[in-house]
DNA sequence: TAGACATTTCGAATAATTCCGAAACTACAA
DNA sequence: TTGTAGTTTCGGAATTATTCGAAATGTCTA
């Protein structure tokens, strides 16, 4: 199998996934740490963590380091790429989507040390992530 | 998880594979029947069977039937269906996708009987199918 | 009707993915 | 330096996907 079909299968089933779906169409309304998205999507960093591996690898995000924090976003010129806009136009489309975006705005408007501070003291009282 | 995110889900994950993407590309050139694209991508015919069921569930491909054939399309209208048009464009473009359109012409300068008896043929010479 | 043919479904072995807690790693802060 | 917070990697059990031959199904033809 040559490298390029590979390529654009990648591309392919890093979006075939719903936390990945997900994430990028939260991403679509900017750029977001971390911990904001694990907070936002209700999944634990770790899993998050994982969907931004494969999206990274696919081209899909880009990220920012900022101290101990890691911003990502979706790839700078994304409107240039008919495939990755074609996805994100169906993707931000979603209802869960737009349950996602209505957390996302409770979430930016604390700061990122809050929201991420509450997340770890959330999981040492056991509260469970869905 | 709610039902819509399953269909797009679905929907990339069904183009997320080899040989579902060769089909769908050698499609974009025009109607085939199973057995012409089973010659042409040199693949078991129950494999394009299952390719094709898939293609047809994230509707992406039509079907019509003329006597023991089934003759498969990309769906019409799909000029008008951003992702898929961005799919097409993306799969025609991979190096296996343009050996299969030579493979194809090939094929199609004889008639449809003759090609699926070769296939059977062949392979009960014991000819196998990479 | 019997047989050939195109296609689909089934079975089952193998491989790949998914998920999340635990542990490791890194940068900051006291 | 020690601890803490954010992130990533690892382990490995559970689930799901892939593959193709064999068998089943429906259609034509002699």
């Given at each position: 199998?040559?490298?390029?079909?590979?390529?654009l299968?990648?591309?392919?089933?890093?979006?075939s996934?719903?936390?990945?779906?997900?994430?990028?169409?939260?991403l679509?309304?900017?750029?977001?740490s971390?911990?904001?998205?694990?907070?936002?999507?209700?999944?634990?960093p770790?899993?998050?963590?994982?969907?931004?591996?494969?999206?990274?690898?696919?081209?899909?995000?880009?990220?920012r380091?900022?101290?101990?924090?890691v911003f990502?976003?979706?790839?700078?010129?994304?409107?240039?790429?008919?495939?990755?806009?074609?996805?994100?136009?169906?993707?931000?489309?979603?209802?869960?989507?737009?349950?996602?975006?209505?957390?996302?705005?409770m979430?930016?408007?604390?700061?990122?040390?809050?929201?991420?501070?509450?997340?770890?003291?959330?999981?040492?009282?056991?509260?469970?992530?869905?």
């Amino acid at each position: 199998m040559p490298a390029e079909t590979k390529t654009l299968v990648e591309k392919l089933k890093a979006v075939s996934h719903p936390i990945r779906l997900r994430v990028l169409a939260l991403l679509h309304g900017g750029e977001m740490s971390v911990c904001q998205v694990a907070e936002t999507l209700q999944v634990p960093p770790s899993s998050v963590s994982e969907a931004l591996r494969e999206l990274r690898r696919a081209g899909f995000v880009s990220e920012r380091k900022e101290g101990r924090w890691v911003f990502v976003s979706v790839m700078p010129g994304f409107e240039g790429n008919p495939l990755l806009s074609a996805i994100l136009a169906e993707a931000v489309k979603l209802p869960e989507s737009e349950m996602d975006r209505m957390r996302a705005g409770m979430v930016q408007k604390q700061a990122v040390a809050v929201v991420c501070r509450k997340v770890q003291a959330a999981e040492e009282k056991g509260v469970s992530h869905v």
